[in-house]
């Protein structure tokens, strides 16, 4: 099936860092979604964005949806220990379905 | 609100048996439900849109007389995996969807299988 593509894999950083990670698309999408999945669990939504260019924050995190409708990134300030997990960006091209398209996932990991 | 849940949330079989996982919506009406498979390290790959009073619409490479889905409410979606093979094995997460301005899909926390 159809991935996104979603970098870095995987980040390995200390306590108090920022935290950069970007999903990218050859199709684009209307809506652009951040999920945070915890092992063993279903993913919990973090950010919606709605419209192109679009820059939305929620706490510390910030997300914002690309211009070209192809792209969009996710940054987490201030890391804390219970950032870590499994980080998704999922796309939606809306019309007669809203099935999502997730990325190849971002693991994070904080050490205290 | 908006919370979904998932039963069993872990399953073991023997091969060659059937298992069925319960969707359900318990605070709002799902008229579509997805279904989805996560593989050890891999993403979320969708398998299938579960609409109410209608049938399943599979995704490629999905076989729909392996993976049966019945919508049979508002609130509840089931998937069985017919005649469960090892390589069924795996992670089965479902959503609902809500309808608002925005029709937000809420996961479930997902069941896991596994066939011996």
């Known amino acids: 099936g159809q991935q996104l593509n979603q970098s870095p894999q995987s980040m390995f950083i200390q306590e108090g860092e920022d935290v950069s990670m970007n999903c990218t698309s050859s199709s684009i999408f209307n809506t652009w979604l951040w999920y945070k999945q915890d092992p063993g669990e279903g993913p919990v939504l973090l950010i919606a964005l709605y419209k192109a260019g679009e820059l939305t924050s929620n706490g510390r995190l910030t997300a914002q949806f690309g211009i070209t409708r192809k792209d969009s990134f996710l940054n987490i300030s201030a890391s804390i220990p219970s950032d870590v997990g499994i980080y998704f960006c999922?796309?939606?091209?809306?019309?007669?379905?809203?099935?999502?398209?997730f990325g190849t996932g971002t693991l994070l990991a904080v050490q205290p | 609100g908006a919370v979904v849940s998932q039963h069993p949330s872990w399953v073991i079989c023997k091969s060659g048996t059937s298992v069925k996982i319960e969707c359900r919506s318990l605070d709002f009406q799902a008229t579509t439900m997805f279904w989805y498979r996560q593989f050890p390290k891999q993403s979320l790959m969708l398998m299938a849109t579960s609409n109410e009073g209608s049938k399943a619409t599979y995704e490629q490479g999905v076989e729909k007389d392996k993976f049966l889905i019945n919508h049979a409410s508002l609130t509840l979606s089931t998937l069985t995996v017919t005649s469960a093979h090892p390589e069924d094995s795996s992670f089965y997460i479902c959503?609902?969807?809500?309808?608002?301005?925005?029709?937000?899909?809420?996961f479930g926390p997902g069941t896991r299988l596994t066939v011996l």
């Open positions: 959503s609902a969807e809500r309808l608002a301005a925005y029709n937000e899909q809420f």
């Open positions: 999922a796309g939606q091209s809306g019309g007669a379905t809203n099935k999502l398209i």
